[in-house]
Every structure is written in C-alpha cells, then in structure tokens.
C-alpha cells in the first residue's frame, strides 16, 4: 500500500502548540479555583513592588537619602518619622527610607523563596523517581534517611548551623534547598512515582527496549512533575517564613529584608506596649509582606492543586 | 397486576458540558417470580435505570418523567422518607463490584446485622440469626459469619453480598453484573444459586450485564438497551432466535459462542454515541446497516410486535 | 553475536519455570515459593495463534510475560528462531525486543496519558533508536493506517483521553506492529472493550497475521474467544498445562476433567442449550510449594489413588497432535 508523500509539520511546531493548548486548559481551571488567581495576583503585586525599587532608584530617588541600609534624610528633624510624600511608609530609627527597604528586600525574599524550594523539589524528584523505580537498598535508604531529616526541627538546626557559619541569602537558600529535598517531600514523591511504576506502559515501554534511564526520563519524571510543581509552592512559603523568623533573631548574615526590618524595630524597642500602634509604619508593612507572599504562593499551590488533582474538581 | 411496571422512564444528568440523556423514555414490567435481563453495553443506561427504581440518584441526577408502579404504588413522586421504606425491604440492589464495597474493618456477619438493623426494628438477636439463615441459603458456612472481608475468596465475597441484599426480605433484586469479577466455574455456581434461590423465594430479579450468554442463561425475559433507550423487549427464546432489531441482531451475532457452529463476528462500525448530543431520530441510525432517512429524522415508536414483543425500529427485520 | 535461523517453528518453550518468594519475614531463612508456571513446554509455528486459557492465577499471564522477558525466567528454555532468549541480557536483550511485543489488556491504562499518539507509537523506535524523524513518522503513519485509524494526520498527535477504548486498542496493535515483530503476546486484548467493538479488533489481528505472518500468544480466561481467535489452544490450571491441542478438537472433545469442567461453566448464548453439568469440587488454590502429584487432584471428580501416589502426570499425545496430562485418560 503506497501511502502519498504527506508533508509532515517539524515537530518543535506541533509539540509546542500542544504544548500551548493544554495550558489553556489548565489556565481555566486554576481560574476556576478561584483561590489560584486571588494567590498569583498577590504574588504579581509583589513582583510589581520588586522592579519598583531599582526604577525608582534609577530615577526619582537620590541613593544618598534612600538606600535601604546606608541612606540618611537629614531634612527629616525626628527619626523614626511618620509616612509622608516624601517617604511613602515613613523612616526607621536610623533615617532610612522603609518603603525603600520594603522593595529592594521583595526581590530578595523571591529570590530566597524560589531558590530554595527549587532545590528542594529537584532533588525530592530525583530522589522520589530513583527510590520507587529501583525500591529494594536504594530505596531504604533514603526513605530512612528522610525519616531522619523529618525528625529534627529545620529551624533548630538552622540556629545552630547560624552559629557556626555565615549564612547569607545565598548559602541560607542552599541549605533550606537540601534539606529539605531529601525530608518528606521525598516520601510524597515517591509514592506518586510508585503508582506511575505500576502502570501498564511502563511494561509497555520495557517491552519496547526501554533502558532504565529512559523509563525514568519519559515517564516516570513527567507523571511526577506537576506534584513536584504543586509542592514547589508550598515550600517557597517555608523558605520565606524561615527566613523571616531567623533574621528576627538576628542570625542571618543579610543587610535587609523584611525579617530584619522587623528585627530592627524589636531590638530598637518600638514593638513595646503602645509604640506598635503609635510607630506602626516600622512594623505593619514588613510582617503584613512576610504574612502576604507566603500566603499567595499557598494559594497558588492551592489552585495548581485542583488541575493536579483532578478528583478535587467540583462536577 | 405485575410486580413492577416502569412506563416512560425519562432521567438525566446535568453537567457542566451540557444535559446527559441518560435515561430516555423507557418501559417494561416485571412479574413477580420473573427473571429480566437488561442487556446492553457500557453507557447504554442500564444500570441508571437501575438506580432510577431506587432513587439513589446522585445530586446531578434528575428523573423528568415516567412511573415506576411498584406494587401499585408510583416511585417516582414518593419522598425521600417513604422510599427508605421501600429500599431494601421492597427492592434491592447488589451493586457492581460490590463485593469490594465490603467494609474491611468489620467482619462480614457484622455487616449485614447492621443491614438489617437499620431497615427494620427487629432485636439483633432476631438479626444476628436471620444472618445465620441467610448464609446458609447462599451457601456459607455461618461459621464465617465472623470472619472478616479479606479471609473470603471472590466467589464467598458475592455470596456475602448476595446475603446482603435478600437480608430483608425483598420482593426484587436488582443484580447489576453480579458475576463480571469472577472466575468462570465460580461464575457459574453463583449464577445457578441465584436462579435457585429466586425460584425458592419466588422473588422478582433483575440482572444486568454487558455479557449476552449470561443473560440467556439467567433471565425469562431480555430488555436490550442502547444509547440510554430500551430498543427491543421479549422473552429470552425470542430475542435470541427471531430478533427484529438490528442493534439486538447485531449484539446477538458479536459474541463468539463455545458451542454450535463457529461464524464469522459480526462488528458494528463506529462508537456508542455521546449521550450529550445523541443522533437525530432514532439514535442507533448512524450505525444501521439497514437505516432510511425516517430513521434519522424520527425517533421510532415502542410498539407491539406480538405479544409480549415490543420494539422501536422503523425498518424490523424479518 | 547470535545468529537467528528461520525455521517453520518461530517459538519453542522447554521445560519454562518460574518461582515467585513468599517470604516468611525478615531474619527467617525458610522461603516458601509460589510456583507459578511450573514446567511448561510447547511450540508455536510462524503464522499460528496459540491460545493459553485458564482462570485466574493459573500462572497464563506470567507466561506471557516470560516470553517477553518482563519476568526472568527462573528455569528452562524459550527458542526464537533457533536463539534461547531466556539467557539473553543487555544488547542483545534489546536486539531480541524487535521480535516479540505485547498487546495489553487495558486500552485505558497502557498508554502514557501525557504523551501523544505518536510518541507512544513512536517510542519503540525511539528506544530502539531507529529511523530519523523524519522516517519515524513515517513509519507511525503507515502503522496507524494498518490498524484503520485514518486519515493518521488526525490521529498523530491527540492524547489517549480522547480516543475511545478500542481505537486506543487499535494504537496499542499499532505500536506492537511497529518494529515488525514475527511474534506478538496478546494479554486478553478485547476483555475490556465493549462487545461490539471486540470483533473488530479480534479480526484486525487475525488480519495482520495473514499480512505479516505474524504468530500470536492468546492470552484469554473466555473460551468463546478462544475458539474465534486460536489455531491450537492449551489450558493451564496452576502452573501447568493440563491439555493443548487443536482449538476445535479441545474444545469438543475435552479429556482432562478440568478442561471438561471449565467448558461446562462456559455459558452459551443461547437459551435452548442445555449444558452439561459441572463436575468439580472446592475453590482454586495458589500454588505455593505444591506437592509433586497431580495439580488437580484435590478438585479431580474421578481421582484415584494413583493420582495421589504419583507426581503429576506427563502431557501425553493421545491421537492427532491433542496432548493431555492426566492418567486416567
């Protein structure tokens, strides 16, 4: 049977569409849920705020007044002062502009939060997809070995790691990043990539010839990818909240962020008794920030979880 | 007056994508000691129709016609109050794949007890020996009466269920594929308990299956369904060796047969049709090999044949 | 490198076992085994269906997954043109692959969900990395055309959701087919379609192995299909073959009392017949460590003495190539 010589789309085209068909789809949905959209609008608020800072650097505002660590307003008699046009969330005890510390800490609290969780969920899918494909040793030991992660407390261990070394954003991010990529996401994982093990077209895929790598790498991976995803934002919440609580103690060897503002305005004694209400400004907008974004990402991931999940979808 | 008469039996789903004529227009009665066997395959509305007579109609489910006359009294204007007292007592229902519906934490006697306890106001002694009756009339030993779901086998777990559902007393049951999970000698002794214990009990059955041969085995009459409508109704022999509708001629020829002359299969091209949207007229037309314009324009009218035969074709065989 | 003979008998299974642990616990060294299929041998001829027939457990689908190598074998041969594949490993186990495929048996759960119809089809070919993209896609187009999904341009590049059950069982034939095996197992490939579709797909096959010459292994539990389907037919009852031989000859003239009672279970779709009554007693049992007699004794209405003395009775070829394992035949 001669078939006539048909002219084939490349292939990068078709997939692509597909590609873009199908996120259509599950747009609707995290519509649909209602909670997803009012999260990623936070978020997209946030993201607003973040690029907000160096435009505004870059223009409007003189650095020498309205650096988040090292500016001064002189022309303001009494410091911590009140918000006015000039300083849009008043300044803190030191003169610096708090509007200006809340944006230029946005960046880095995304920054944190996604660099982390990042981490975490790469190496939760790698560990989860190899422990449930090849089980037996393997898999023991890293369900064990998340047994024990899970067991001691992140924010213990963190305030002693803090001791011992400097734990800037960066390094902070790392190590939030690896430990938890090897706690209890890994069980989640895992256990979603068990049930895709299960599945007749991963004998159908061994059938064909399938190497082990290629059986993890096109089925399993993907199968478990958009739960990876969904955990991804709940962990950006923990990172960020971490982070926050460490910098409240002071242990964290960053300049600013919201944590810090908070920590500054504690250890300056404006959060006693009736300076909370009375300088609102130095605390309110950080821990309202902090209270925010985790929450919006939670949102998100609840939303994603709907498209996820698709059991949780109302008929 | 017949134990269960349906007439026009009309039920649809409502999703999000649009109404699903599950259930359309369908009518057949039910003697008491009488078999019927309700035939079609997956998405024909045969097992709706069997939770139409019970009305354990999911929340998007709603009947928009019809009568189902059981013992007389209509069904389907009853409240919710009234129907628990025909539930189970009057008509019940063995579910499919019921027998993985057996709560694992409770041992199986426990169950049915509480079956019985919560549709009738009997003491649980009275209960605990009705259940001792009951599993030696499907063939348990009552012993097991204490066991729990896991140390059954398949074949036990559907007696069990079977128990179940004849704990009351009913006057019909409705078997919706009672025997698809099984291995085929369990198959066929569970199949024979059944057929024995209706006679014994002299109680109405209603089975329900895809599978034809069983279906013949078990029932005096066959209602062959299709696209949420009854399109052929008779007795057994009848639809077996003189059906007039092309659908039931054609569903009757698919099966292969381990006895008799070996033919050729007879397949149906295309697919069952999406119950959202079903064909104009009559709704097996597009798939007819013998179909005529009237058939795509008008859906065809239930009719006698002879009697006891009914069916809705414009074009009947001969 | 293993060179393949092309002989008129494609497969041919000696003396296949295969074990399964059932382990007491951790730290307890006695292991009791579940003898799955235990001892089986038979041929298969280039262009023959066998069918293997059985209840559940009786070990029928590992077979089947043997011949596929998804299961190692724990002893004996399987001969693919002349090639033990029992032994193979690693190239030249994923040379063997372009010989024997599998047709499953859940249209619904054997395809990836996230992967195109091509891709899935494709994916032998990819593994086996034959072909360019080019050609690949190609060769899926023709496959799609042979199993009757056309135009295949509509077809290449939907998701399985939106396939039905049995053009997803056309897809699954497609990718069986597209490394032109000479040898495909069939795991019960029509028990979950519904009855108006199955005779279609059972006819595709019966087509492509006029085409191709293919051999087929039937796996099935209904006899009815069986009879349609297979050339030779052997049944199974707890790890072993009890009786093998021309479809037609079994099923009419069974010997083995297990076989007779599993064809009088079989209900007929006719209400005028009247079958034979069953003769069998108790419930099917797994084989874990079996004792050496017969299999079927426990359940056997005409059992004897010798039957429990003596191990389980050879397959023996009692007139026309229609083989029984029992001694009181």
């Known amino acids: 049977m001669e078939a006539a010589r048909v002219r084939y789309e490349p292939l990068w085209k078709v997939r692509l569409r597909l590609w873009w068909r199908s996120f259509l789809t599950n747009w609707e949905l995290f519509r649909e849920s209602k909670i997803g959209p009012i999260g990623l609008g936070i978020i997209i608020f946030f993201g607003l705020l973040a690029i907000v800072y160096p435009i505004l650097m ?35 005890p030191w003169g610096r502009d708090v509007f200006a510390q809340l944006t230029y800490s946005t960046r880095a609290e995304f920054f944190l939060g996604v660099f982390a969780a990042f981490i975490t969920v790469f190496i939760g899918t790698l560990v989860g997809s190899i422990s449930a494909y090849y089980g037996g040793f393997v898999d023991t030991f890293f369900m064990r070995l998340a047994d024990v992660v899970m067991l001691f407390p992140m924010l213990a261990f963190l305030i002693v790691l803090s001791a011992m070394m400097d734990l800037n954003l960066y390094s902070l991010a790392v190590v939030i990043g690896i430990i938890g ?37 096109t089925h399993i991976i993907p199968n478990v990818l958009p739960l990876s995803f969904l955990y991804m934002m709940f962990n950006v919440t923990g990172a960020i909240f971490t982070e926050a609580v460490l910098s409240f103690f002071g242990l964290l060897n960053i300049q600013m962020s919201w944590g810090i503002m908070v920590e500054m305005a504690n250890i300056s004694g404006y959060l006693i008794g009736e300076n909370v209400t009375r300088y609102w400004w130095l605390f309110w907008p950080a821990s309202l920030s902090i209270t925010l974004l985790c929450s919006a990402f939670y949102l998100v991931g609840r939303g994603i979880d709907e498209i996820v999940n698709p059991r949780l979808r109302k008929r | 007056m017949a134990l269960l ?17 599950a259930v359309d227009d369908v009518s057949f009665s039910l003697e008491q000691g009488e078999a019927l066997g309700l035939v079609g395959e997956s998405g024909c509305g045969k097992t709706s129709v069997a939770i139409c007579l019970l009305k354990l109609l999911p929340d998007n489910a709603r009947i928009l016609g019809g009568h189902i006359y059981f013992k007389g009294q209509d069904l389907v204007p009853l409240p919710e109050g009234e129907m628990r007292k025909v539930r189970w007592k009057g008509i019940s229902m063995i579910f499919q794949a019921a027998m993985n519906s057996l709560n694992p934490v409770h041992r199986v006697g426990d169950q049915i007890v509480e079956a019985i306890l919560t549709h009738e106001q009997i003491s649980e002694e009275a209960a605990r020996e009705r259940v001792v009756e009951l599993f030696k009339l499907v063939g348990l030993d009552p012993e097991r009466m204490n066991h729990y779901p896991h140390e059954y086998s398949g074949g036990m777990k559907q007696r069990a269920i079977i128990a179940m559902a004849l704990a009351c007393n009913p006057d019909i049951i409705i078997a919706d594929e ?89 397949s149906l091209p295309g697919e069952p049709p999406d119950l959202l949207n079903p064909p104009s007229g009559c709704r097996f037309h597009p798939r007819c090999p013998y179909a005529t314009p009237q058939c795509e324009r008008e859906e065809p009218r239930w009719e006698e044949l002879e009697p006891g035969h009914f069916v809705a074709c414009w074009n009947p065989l001969k | 490198m293993v060179t393949e003979v092309k002989t008129e008998t494609l497969v041919e299974v000696r003396n296949l076992k295969k074990y399964f642990p059932v382990s007491r616990g951790l730290f307890k060294k006695v292991k009791n085994y579940v003898h799955a299929v235990d001892d089986i041998s038979f041929t298969i001829k280039r262009g023959e269906v066998l069918g293997l027939a059985g209840e559940s457990g ?34 030249e186990l994923k040379r063997f692959r372009r010989n024997v495929q599998m047709i499953f048996q ?82 019960e490939p029509t028990s979950m379609l519904d009855v108006s579709i199955r005779a279609g797909i059972m006819k595709l096959m019966l087509d492509l192995r006029e085409k191709f ?24 009852y707890l790890g072993k073959i009890v009786e093998m031989g021309e479809t037609e000859e ?38 874990i460590d079996p004792p050496p007699r017969c299999r079927f004794y426990d359940r056997c209405p005409i059992a004897t003495p010798r039957c429990e003395e003596d191990p389980h009775p050879p397959l023996e070829d009692k007139g026309g190539g229609h083989l029984v394992a029992c001694y009181e035949v």
């Open chain 2, 5 to 21: 008469d349906v007439q026009n039996l009309t039920m649809h789903y409502t999703t999000k994508k649009g109404d699903v004529q």
């Open chain 1, 58 to 92: 870059a223009t409007v505002w003189d650095p020498a007044i309205y650096d988040p660590v090292t500016g001064y307003d002189w022309e303001v008699p009494m410091h911590p002062s009140p918000p006015s046009t000039k300083h849009l969330l008043g300044t803190d």
């Open chain 1, 181 to 217: 990529g090897f706690g209890g996401i890994t069980i989640i994982l895992k256990s979603q990539a068990l049930s895709v093990k299960v599945k007749p077209y991963i004998e159908a895929a061994k059938v064909a010839g399938g190497s082990h790598f290629h059986i993890i790498v």
């Open chain 3, 250 to 287: 079994v099923l009419q003239n069974p010997l083995h009392p297990y076989t007779k009672a599993l064809i009088s279970a079989v209900p007929v779709p006719d209400p005028t017949y009247r079958r034979e009554p069953l003769e069998i007693k108790g419930m099917i049992s797994r084989p």
């Open chain 3, 213 to 236: 010459e293919i051999s087929y292994l039937y796996i099935t539990h209904d006899l009815a299909v069986a009879r349609y389907m297979c050339d030779r037919l052997a049944i199974m």
């Open chain 3, 106 to 187: 859940d249209p619904y759960e054997s395809m990836n969900p996230r992967l195109t119809i091509y891709d899935t089809i494709a994916e032998p070919l990819a593994v086996q990395k034959i072909g360019n993209i080019i050609e690949r896609q190609e060769r899926v187009a023709e496959m799609l055309r042979l199993v009757g999904l056309t135009p295949p341009e509509s077809f290449l590049f939907r998701f399985p959701h939106e396939l039905s059950g049995g053009q997803r069982q056309r897809v699954a034939i497609a990718r069986a087919m597209v490394l032109n095996p000479a040898f495909i197992v069939a795991d």
């Open chain 2, 178 to 266: 009672p025997t698809t999970a099984l291995d085929v000698i369990v198959q066929d002794k569970i199949l024979h308990e059944m057929d024995a214990i209706r006679k014994k009990l002299n109680m109405g059955m209603i089975y329900i299956s895809h599978d034809i041969a069983v279906i013949a085995e078990v029932s005096d009459k066959i209602g062959v369904m299709y696209a949420g409508k009854l399109v052929e109704f008779a007795d057994t022999v009848t639809i077996f060796k003189r059906p007039v509708h092309p659908y039931t001629y054609a569903l009757m020829h698919a099966f292969p047969s381990i006895k008799g002359e070996k033919r050729e299969l007879q």
């Open chain 3, 58 to 91: 009786c070990g029928k689908t590992t077979t089947g997954k043997l011949l596929v190598r998804l299961e190692d074998p724990t002893d004996g041969s399987i001969y693919l043109n002349g090639v033990d594949i029992a032994t193979l490993e690693g190239k």
